[in-house]
Protein backbone atom coordinates (compact mmCIF):
# COMPACT_ATOMS: atom_id res chain seq x y z
CA UNK A 1 0.00 0.00 0.00
CA UNK A 2 1.43 3.65 -1.02
CA UNK A 3 2.65 5.47 1.57
CA UNK A 4 -0.57 7.73 2.76
CA UNK A 5 -2.89 5.66 1.18
CA UNK A 6 -6.24 5.88 3.20
CA UNK A 7 -6.50 2.24 5.38
CA UNK A 8 -9.74 0.82 3.92
CA UNK A 9 -12.06 -0.19 6.73
CA UNK A 10 -12.60 -4.24 6.65
CA UNK A 11 -16.38 -3.59 6.52
CA UNK A 12 -16.21 -1.84 3.49
CA UNK A 13 -17.55 -4.45 0.97
CA UNK A 14 -20.83 -5.61 2.41
CA UNK A 15 -21.34 -9.00 1.37
CA UNK A 16 -24.92 -10.38 1.80
CA UNK A 17 -25.32 -13.26 4.22
CA UNK A 18 -28.23 -16.01 3.17
CA UNK A 19 -29.43 -17.16 6.79
CA UNK A 20 -30.05 -20.52 7.02
CA UNK A 21 -33.56 -19.97 6.78
CA UNK A 22 -35.87 -17.22 6.06
CA UNK A 23 -36.32 -14.06 8.05
CA UNK A 24 -39.53 -14.70 8.05
CA UNK A 25 -39.59 -18.42 9.01
CA UNK A 26 -37.34 -17.26 12.02
CA UNK A 27 -40.13 -14.60 13.49
CA UNK A 28 -42.70 -17.20 13.21
CA UNK A 29 -41.05 -19.72 14.86
CA UNK A 30 -40.11 -17.09 17.49
CA UNK A 31 -43.79 -15.38 18.00
CA UNK A 32 -45.00 -19.20 18.59
CA UNK A 33 -41.96 -19.87 20.72
CA UNK A 34 -42.87 -16.33 22.65
CA UNK A 35 -46.84 -17.22 22.83
CA UNK A 36 -45.70 -20.62 24.87
CA UNK A 37 -45.85 -23.12 22.21
CA UNK A 38 -42.28 -24.47 23.05
CA UNK A 39 -43.39 -27.74 20.39
CA UNK A 40 -44.04 -26.07 17.35
CA UNK A 41 -42.39 -27.35 14.49
CA UNK A 42 -41.49 -24.27 13.09
CA UNK A 43 -39.05 -23.95 15.65
CA UNK A 44 -37.06 -27.08 13.47
CA UNK A 45 -36.66 -24.21 10.80
CA UNK A 46 -34.22 -22.10 13.24
CA UNK A 47 -30.35 -22.70 13.91
CA UNK A 48 -30.11 -25.61 17.26
CA UNK A 49 -27.62 -22.27 18.59
CA UNK A 50 -30.41 -19.69 18.18
CA UNK A 51 -32.82 -22.12 19.76
CA UNK A 52 -31.45 -23.08 23.02
CA UNK A 53 -30.67 -19.25 23.26
CA UNK A 54 -34.36 -18.67 23.07
CA UNK A 55 -35.25 -21.33 25.54
CA UNK A 56 -32.43 -20.10 27.69
CA UNK A 57 -33.71 -16.76 27.29
CA UNK A 58 -37.20 -18.07 28.11
CA UNK A 59 -35.82 -19.59 31.49
CA UNK A 60 -34.45 -16.47 32.52
CA UNK A 61 -37.70 -14.26 31.97
CA UNK A 62 -36.36 -11.88 29.51
CA UNK A 63 -39.46 -9.94 28.22
CA UNK A 64 -39.47 -10.35 23.90
CA UNK A 65 -38.87 -6.46 24.01
CA UNK A 66 -36.96 -5.45 27.24
CA UNK A 67 -34.53 -2.80 27.30
CA UNK A 68 -31.17 -3.77 28.55
CA UNK A 69 -30.63 -2.35 32.22
CA UNK A 70 -27.95 0.40 32.81
CA UNK A 71 -25.44 -1.34 35.14
CA UNK A 72 -23.15 1.08 35.41
CA UNK A 73 -23.12 5.13 36.16
CA UNK A 74 -21.15 7.16 34.22
CA UNK A 75 -18.83 7.73 37.53
CA UNK A 76 -18.42 3.40 37.98
CA UNK A 77 -17.73 3.01 34.51
CA UNK A 78 -14.96 5.29 33.95
CA UNK A 79 -13.30 3.65 36.61
CA UNK A 80 -14.55 0.29 36.90
CA UNK A 81 -13.00 0.38 33.24
CA UNK A 82 -9.53 1.99 33.84
CA UNK A 83 -8.85 -0.89 36.20
CA UNK A 84 -10.42 -3.92 33.66
CA UNK A 85 -7.50 -5.89 32.22
CA UNK A 86 -8.35 -4.93 28.22
CA UNK A 87 -8.28 -0.95 28.54
CA UNK A 88 -4.57 -2.05 28.22
CA UNK A 89 -5.55 -3.22 24.51
CA UNK A 90 -7.84 -1.24 23.38
CA UNK A 91 -6.03 0.70 20.80
CA UNK A 92 -5.36 -2.66 19.86
CA UNK A 93 -8.95 -3.08 19.56
CA UNK A 94 -9.82 0.33 17.18
CA UNK A 95 -6.27 -0.64 15.26
CA UNK A 96 -7.75 -4.09 14.09
CA UNK A 97 -11.34 -3.57 13.92
CA UNK A 98 -11.87 0.35 12.97
CA UNK A 99 -9.32 1.40 10.70
CA UNK A 100 -9.68 4.51 9.09
CA UNK A 101 -12.58 6.60 9.26
CA UNK A 102 -14.00 4.42 12.23
CA UNK A 103 -16.89 7.09 12.27
CA UNK A 104 -18.06 6.32 8.69
CA UNK A 105 -17.37 2.45 8.88
CA UNK A 106 -21.05 1.20 9.00
CA UNK A 107 -20.47 -0.79 11.94
CA UNK A 108 -20.44 -0.20 15.87
CA UNK A 109 -17.84 -2.45 17.98
CA UNK A 110 -18.28 -3.23 21.45
CA UNK A 111 -16.54 -4.44 23.88
CA UNK A 112 -17.63 -5.77 27.45
CA UNK A 113 -16.61 -7.49 30.75
CA UNK A 114 -17.42 -11.48 31.66
CA UNK A 115 -20.82 -10.26 32.75
CA UNK A 116 -21.98 -8.80 29.07
CA UNK A 117 -21.89 -5.56 30.58
CA UNK A 118 -20.44 -2.85 27.58
CA UNK A 119 -17.27 -0.96 28.68
CA UNK A 120 -16.03 0.82 25.42
CA UNK A 121 -18.79 1.18 22.43
CA UNK A 122 -17.07 2.93 19.56
CA UNK A 123 -17.67 3.18 15.47
CA UNK A 124 -20.29 4.50 12.74
CA UNK A 125 -21.53 7.57 14.25
CA UNK A 126 -25.03 6.82 12.70
CA UNK A 127 -25.14 3.19 14.04
CA UNK A 128 -24.02 4.26 17.14
CA UNK A 129 -26.67 6.62 17.56
CA UNK A 130 -29.78 4.18 16.29
CA UNK A 131 -28.64 1.30 18.41
CA UNK A 132 -28.14 3.52 21.29
CA UNK A 133 -31.75 4.30 20.74
CA UNK A 134 -31.94 0.21 21.89
CA UNK A 135 -29.58 0.45 24.96
CA UNK A 136 -26.65 -0.54 23.08
CA UNK A 137 -24.73 1.76 24.76
CA UNK A 138 -21.84 1.82 27.60
CA UNK A 139 -22.32 0.76 31.08
CA UNK A 140 -25.65 -1.53 29.96
CA UNK A 141 -26.08 -5.19 30.68
CA UNK A 142 -26.44 -7.03 27.04
CA UNK A 143 -26.01 -10.34 28.87
CA UNK A 144 -28.50 -13.51 27.91
CA UNK A 145 -30.03 -12.90 31.10
CA UNK A 146 -30.60 -8.98 30.47
CA UNK A 147 -31.59 -9.28 27.11
CA UNK A 148 -32.05 -12.32 25.59
CA UNK A 149 -29.95 -14.27 22.24
CA UNK A 150 -27.83 -11.46 21.13
CA UNK A 151 -23.96 -12.02 19.93
CA UNK A 152 -21.96 -10.32 23.37
CA UNK A 153 -24.27 -12.18 25.72
CA UNK A 154 -24.57 -15.34 23.27
CA UNK A 155 -20.97 -15.29 22.80
CA UNK A 156 -19.93 -15.21 26.61
CA UNK A 157 -22.93 -17.93 27.75
CA UNK A 158 -21.17 -20.27 25.16
CA UNK A 159 -17.64 -19.50 25.35
CA UNK A 160 -17.35 -19.25 21.72
CA UNK A 161 -17.48 -17.09 19.05
CA UNK A 162 -20.79 -16.69 17.30
CA UNK A 163 -22.88 -14.71 14.78
CA UNK A 164 -26.76 -13.95 15.18
CA UNK A 165 -28.41 -12.70 12.38
CA UNK A 166 -31.66 -10.01 12.29
CA UNK A 167 -34.13 -12.13 13.22
CA UNK A 168 -32.86 -14.71 15.37
CA UNK A 169 -32.39 -12.29 18.13
CA UNK A 170 -34.86 -13.03 21.07
CA UNK A 171 -35.53 -9.36 21.80
CA UNK A 172 -37.35 -7.22 18.89
CA UNK A 173 -35.87 -4.28 19.45
CA UNK A 174 -32.67 -5.65 18.38
CA UNK A 175 -33.70 -7.82 15.54
CA UNK A 176 -33.15 -5.18 12.49
CA UNK A 177 -29.63 -5.85 13.51
CA UNK A 178 -26.68 -8.42 13.11
CA UNK A 179 -23.86 -8.87 15.19
CA UNK A 180 -20.69 -11.28 15.49
CA UNK A 181 -19.13 -11.54 19.04
CA UNK A 182 -16.13 -13.71 19.96
CA UNK A 183 -14.58 -14.40 23.96
CA UNK A 184 -11.48 -12.92 25.85
CA UNK A 185 -9.75 -15.36 27.99
CA UNK A 186 -6.85 -14.70 30.41
CA UNK A 187 -3.91 -16.15 27.98
CA UNK A 188 -2.81 -18.29 31.16
CA UNK A 189 -5.78 -19.19 33.10
CA UNK A 190 -8.16 -19.25 30.21
CA UNK A 191 -10.15 -17.22 32.59
CA UNK A 192 -13.07 -14.91 30.35
CA UNK A 193 -12.09 -11.41 30.71
CA UNK A 194 -14.47 -10.03 27.98
CA UNK A 195 -16.42 -10.41 24.61
CA UNK A 196 -15.43 -7.86 21.53
CA UNK A 197 -18.61 -7.49 19.32
CA UNK A 198 -19.26 -5.79 16.25
CA UNK A 199 -22.71 -4.84 15.52
CA UNK A 200 -24.51 -3.36 12.09
CA UNK A 201 -25.91 -4.80 8.97
CA UNK A 202 -25.21 -7.74 7.00
CA UNK A 203 -21.66 -6.68 6.87
CA UNK A 204 -20.88 -7.14 10.59
CA UNK A 205 -22.10 -11.12 9.95
CA UNK A 206 -20.02 -12.02 6.93
CA UNK A 207 -18.06 -15.29 7.31
CA UNK A 208 -14.90 -12.76 7.02
CA UNK A 209 -15.99 -10.90 9.75
CA UNK A 210 -16.60 -14.21 12.03
CA UNK A 211 -12.71 -14.58 10.93
CA UNK A 212 -11.54 -10.86 11.88
CA UNK A 213 -12.77 -10.93 15.21
CA UNK A 214 -11.76 -14.40 16.36
CA UNK A 215 -8.42 -13.04 15.22
CA UNK A 216 -8.69 -9.35 17.31
CA UNK A 217 -9.28 -11.51 20.25
CA UNK A 218 -6.91 -13.80 19.98
CA UNK A 219 -4.76 -10.93 19.24
CA UNK A 220 -5.78 -9.63 22.66
CA UNK A 221 -4.62 -12.53 24.83
CA UNK A 222 -1.34 -12.59 22.42
CA UNK A 223 -0.78 -9.22 23.50
CA UNK A 224 -1.94 -9.45 27.60
CA UNK A 225 0.42 -12.16 27.65
CA UNK A 226 3.45 -10.33 25.96
CA UNK A 227 2.93 -7.52 28.18
CA UNK A 228 2.80 -10.06 31.49
CA UNK A 229 6.11 -11.66 30.95
CA UNK A 230 7.69 -8.27 29.96
CA UNK A 231 6.34 -7.35 33.60
CA UNK A 232 7.95 -10.15 35.12
CA UNK A 233 11.06 -10.08 33.30
CA UNK A 234 11.12 -6.53 34.51
CA UNK A 235 10.16 -7.49 38.13
CA UNK A 236 12.65 -10.66 38.65
CA UNK A 237 15.85 -7.79 36.89
CA UNK A 238 14.98 -5.01 39.75
CA UNK A 239 15.66 -8.03 42.68
CA UNK A 240 13.09 -9.53 44.94
CA UNK A 241 12.82 -5.97 47.22
CA UNK A 242 10.37 -4.65 44.50
CA UNK A 243 6.95 -4.90 43.93
CA UNK A 244 7.01 -4.07 40.13
CA UNK A 245 5.14 -0.99 40.98
CA UNK A 246 8.53 1.90 41.07
CA UNK A 247 11.57 2.24 42.99
CA UNK A 248 11.58 1.50 46.59
CA UNK A 249 8.24 0.12 46.87
CA UNK A 250 7.90 -3.27 48.65
CA UNK A 251 4.76 -5.67 48.88
CA UNK A 252 2.51 -4.85 51.82
CA UNK A 253 0.52 -7.42 53.57
CA UNK A 254 -2.75 -7.93 52.96
CA UNK A 255 -4.88 -5.68 55.05
CA UNK A 256 -8.54 -6.75 57.11
CA UNK A 257 -11.47 -6.42 53.82
CA UNK A 258 -12.79 -2.51 54.11
CA UNK A 259 -16.79 -2.07 54.45
CA UNK A 260 -18.40 -1.87 50.61
CA UNK A 261 -18.84 1.59 49.64
CA UNK A 262 -22.17 3.33 49.95
CA UNK A 263 -23.93 3.27 46.57
CA UNK A 264 -27.00 6.20 47.22
CA UNK A 265 -29.48 7.10 44.71
CA UNK A 266 -32.46 9.46 45.37
CA UNK A 267 -35.64 8.59 43.26
CA UNK A 268 -37.54 12.32 42.29
CA UNK A 269 -38.71 11.71 38.81
CA UNK A 270 -42.86 11.87 39.15
CA UNK A 271 -42.82 11.47 42.75
CA UNK A 272 -43.57 14.43 45.37
CA UNK A 273 -41.95 11.92 48.39
CA UNK A 274 -38.82 10.85 47.50
CA UNK A 275 -37.21 7.89 47.74
CA UNK A 276 -33.82 7.31 49.19
CA UNK A 277 -32.00 3.85 48.52
CA UNK A 278 -28.68 2.89 49.91
CA UNK A 279 -26.96 0.05 49.54
CA UNK A 280 -23.41 -0.54 51.14
CA UNK A 281 -21.42 -3.65 53.01
CA UNK A 282 -23.85 -6.29 51.87
CA UNK A 283 -27.77 -4.28 52.94
CA UNK A 284 -29.78 -2.46 51.30
CA UNK A 285 -32.40 0.25 52.54
CA UNK A 286 -35.27 2.22 51.13
CA UNK A 287 -36.47 5.67 52.78
CA UNK A 288 -39.61 7.56 52.02
CA UNK A 289 -38.22 11.22 52.56
CA UNK A 290 -41.01 14.40 53.00
CA UNK A 291 -41.24 16.89 50.67
CA UNK A 292 -38.71 19.61 52.18
CA UNK A 293 -36.03 17.02 53.02
CA UNK A 294 -36.75 15.72 49.21
CA UNK A 295 -35.99 19.35 48.52
CA UNK A 296 -32.87 19.86 50.67
CA UNK A 297 -31.09 16.34 49.39
CA UNK A 298 -31.61 17.02 45.93
CA UNK A 299 -30.24 20.39 45.72
CA UNK A 300 -27.33 19.03 47.17
CA UNK A 301 -26.97 15.98 45.15
CA UNK A 302 -27.22 18.93 41.85
CA UNK A 303 -24.89 21.09 43.58
CA UNK A 304 -21.60 18.42 44.44
CA UNK A 305 -19.44 21.06 44.92
CA UNK A 306 -21.50 22.42 48.37
CA UNK A 307 -24.14 25.54 49.08
CA UNK A 308 -23.83 28.20 51.47
CA UNK A 309 -26.87 28.24 53.79
CA UNK A 310 -27.94 31.66 51.89
CA UNK A 311 -27.83 30.28 48.43
CA UNK A 312 -29.38 26.80 49.88
CA UNK A 313 -32.34 28.58 51.49
CA UNK A 314 -33.01 30.37 48.26
CA UNK A 315 -33.13 27.91 46.34
CA UNK A 316 -35.31 25.93 48.36
CA UNK A 317 -37.74 28.88 50.11
CA UNK A 318 -37.34 31.84 47.24
CA UNK A 319 -34.68 34.51 47.23
CA UNK A 320 -37.45 36.61 48.75
CA UNK A 321 -38.25 34.02 51.97
CA UNK A 322 -34.73 32.94 52.32
CA UNK A 323 -33.08 35.59 54.93
CA UNK A 324 -36.45 35.34 57.12
CA UNK A 325 -36.32 31.65 56.41
CA UNK A 326 -32.65 31.56 58.02
CA UNK A 327 -33.48 29.69 60.81
CA UNK A 328 -36.38 27.40 59.48
CA UNK A 329 -34.00 26.09 57.36
CA UNK A 330 -31.04 25.07 59.81
CA UNK A 331 -34.04 23.67 62.06
CA UNK A 332 -34.83 21.54 58.60
CA UNK A 333 -31.37 20.55 58.25
CA UNK A 334 -31.16 19.23 61.99
CA UNK A 335 -34.01 17.06 61.09
CA UNK A 336 -32.90 15.90 57.73
CA UNK A 337 -29.22 14.87 59.51
CA UNK A 338 -31.36 13.21 62.04
CA UNK A 339 -33.08 11.16 59.49
CA UNK A 340 -30.06 10.38 57.74
CA UNK A 341 -27.57 9.13 60.44
CA UNK A 342 -30.27 6.39 61.13
CA UNK A 343 -31.01 5.64 57.52
CA UNK A 344 -28.09 6.41 56.01
CA UNK A 345 -25.13 7.97 57.86
CA UNK A 346 -22.60 8.31 55.00
CA UNK A 347 -25.03 10.74 53.55
CA UNK A 348 -25.42 13.06 56.36
CA UNK A 349 -24.94 16.67 54.88
CA UNK A 350 -21.47 18.23 56.19
CA UNK A 351 -21.48 22.43 57.09
CA UNK A 352 -19.79 25.24 55.83
CA UNK A 353 -20.55 24.63 53.16
CA UNK A 354 -23.29 22.79 53.17
CA UNK A 355 -22.15 19.62 51.14
CA UNK A 356 -22.45 15.58 50.90
CA UNK A 357 -19.17 13.43 51.77
CA UNK A 358 -20.21 10.75 49.66
CA UNK A 359 -21.55 11.05 46.14
CA UNK A 360 -25.66 10.63 45.90
CA UNK A 361 -27.03 9.79 42.24
CA UNK A 362 -30.41 10.52 41.03
CA UNK A 363 -33.00 8.95 38.75
CA UNK A 364 -32.96 12.29 36.71
CA UNK A 365 -29.02 12.53 36.41
CA UNK A 366 -29.47 8.81 35.43
CA UNK A 367 -32.05 9.59 32.67
CA UNK A 368 -29.44 13.10 31.57
CA UNK A 369 -26.26 10.35 31.50
CA UNK A 370 -28.41 7.62 29.31
CA UNK A 371 -29.28 11.05 27.01
CA UNK A 372 -25.59 11.71 26.76
CA UNK A 373 -24.61 8.29 25.71
CA UNK A 374 -27.31 8.20 23.12
CA UNK A 375 -29.09 5.66 24.57
CA UNK A 376 -33.00 7.50 24.04
CA UNK A 377 -35.17 4.64 24.15
CA UNK A 378 -33.75 4.00 27.79
CA UNK A 379 -33.49 7.06 28.67
CA UNK A 380 -37.15 7.67 27.68
CA UNK A 381 -38.39 4.86 29.83
CA UNK A 382 -36.56 5.76 32.90
CA UNK A 383 -38.50 9.25 32.69
CA UNK A 384 -41.31 8.72 35.24
CA UNK A 385 -42.15 12.39 34.88
CA UNK A 386 -41.05 15.48 36.25
CA UNK A 387 -39.17 16.12 38.86
CA UNK A 388 -40.62 16.63 42.21
CA UNK A 389 -43.51 17.60 40.19
CA UNK A 390 -45.28 19.25 43.12
CA UNK A 391 -42.56 21.46 44.73
CA UNK A 392 -42.20 25.12 43.96
CA UNK A 393 -38.97 25.18 45.47
CA UNK A 394 -37.11 27.81 42.76
CA UNK A 395 -34.03 25.28 42.57
CA UNK A 396 -36.27 22.52 42.09
CA UNK A 397 -38.00 24.18 39.45
CA UNK A 398 -34.45 25.12 37.47
CA UNK A 399 -33.74 21.16 37.27
CA UNK A 400 -36.88 20.04 36.91
CA UNK A 401 -37.05 22.87 33.51
CA UNK A 402 -33.64 21.41 33.08
CA UNK A 403 -34.28 17.31 32.99
CA UNK A 404 -37.51 17.88 30.58
CA UNK A 405 -35.61 20.46 28.41
CA UNK A 406 -32.63 18.25 28.03
CA UNK A 407 -35.32 15.30 27.01
CA UNK A 408 -37.09 16.83 24.89
CA UNK A 409 -34.37 18.31 23.12
CA UNK A 410 -32.19 15.22 22.73
CA UNK A 411 -35.43 13.39 21.45
CA UNK A 412 -36.51 15.95 18.73
CA UNK A 413 -32.58 15.87 17.12
CA UNK A 414 -31.95 12.44 17.12
CA UNK A 415 -34.52 10.11 18.12
CA UNK A 416 -36.18 7.29 16.04
CA UNK A 417 -40.08 7.67 15.27
CA UNK A 418 -41.50 4.61 17.54
CA UNK A 419 -39.39 6.40 20.47
CA UNK A 420 -40.35 10.17 19.41
CA UNK A 421 -44.48 8.56 19.24
CA UNK A 422 -43.74 7.19 22.46
CA UNK A 423 -42.75 10.33 23.86
CA UNK A 424 -45.05 12.40 22.44
CA UNK A 425 -48.02 9.89 24.25
CA UNK A 426 -46.64 11.18 27.84
CA UNK A 427 -47.79 14.03 30.15
CA UNK A 428 -44.48 15.55 28.76
CA UNK A 429 -45.13 15.57 25.21
CA UNK A 430 -48.92 15.19 24.94
CA UNK A 431 -49.47 18.74 24.39
CA UNK A 432 -46.22 19.67 22.63
CA UNK A 433 -47.17 20.74 18.94
CA UNK A 434 -43.77 21.16 17.52
CA UNK A 435 -43.18 17.60 18.48
CA UNK A 436 -46.19 15.95 17.05
CA UNK A 437 -45.36 18.11 13.69
CA UNK A 438 -41.85 16.25 13.78
CA UNK A 439 -43.65 12.77 14.35
CA UNK A 440 -46.03 14.03 11.29
CA UNK A 441 -43.30 14.57 9.11
CA UNK A 442 -41.53 11.07 9.76
CA UNK A 443 -44.09 8.91 9.36
CA UNK A 444 -44.71 7.64 5.65
CA UNK A 445 -47.53 9.02 3.48
CA UNK A 446 -49.68 5.62 4.32
CA UNK A 447 -48.66 5.46 8.01
CA UNK A 448 -51.91 4.74 9.77
CA UNK A 449 -50.87 7.24 12.63
CA UNK A 450 -51.03 10.27 10.84
CA UNK A 451 -54.79 10.98 11.05
CA UNK A 452 -55.09 10.60 15.04
CA UNK A 453 -51.45 13.27 14.75
CA UNK A 454 -53.36 15.56 12.90
CA UNK A 455 -56.51 15.12 14.76
CA UNK A 456 -54.30 16.08 17.82
CA UNK A 457 -52.61 19.01 16.29
CA UNK A 458 -55.90 20.64 15.16
CA UNK A 459 -57.13 20.33 18.98
CA UNK A 460 -53.71 21.71 20.03
CA UNK A 461 -53.83 24.41 18.03
CA UNK A 462 -57.72 25.54 18.44
CA UNK A 463 -57.12 25.68 22.33
CA UNK A 464 -54.22 27.86 21.77
Not at 392 to 407: H, I, M, N, Q, S
Request: glycine share 8%; proline share 5%.
Amino acid sequence: MPIGAAVPSPWSERREVSPETSRLLIERAHEELVAGNAADHRLGDVRVLVRDSWRRSLESLVAAEALPPLDLTADELEAYRQGHPLAAVIDMVRGLLLPGDASESGVAVAVGDAAGRLLWVEGDRHVRRLTGAMGFVEGANWSEDAVGTAAPGTALALDRSVQIHGAEHFNRLVQPWSCTAAPVHDPETRRLLGVIDVTGGAQAVTPQAQLLVDATARAIEGELLVARLKERALRQAQGPGHSGQGPGRTTRRPTARRPEPTRATLRVLGRDRALLEVAGDGAETVSELGARHAELLLMLAVHRQGLSADRLGELVYGEAAAESSAVTLRAEMVRLRRTLAGAAPALVPESRPYRLGVELETDAHQVLSLLDRGAHRVALAAYRGDVLPDSVAPGVEEFRDTVRTALREALMAEASIDVLLAFADTDAGSGDAELLRLCLSMLPARSPRRTGLVTRIEKLEADS
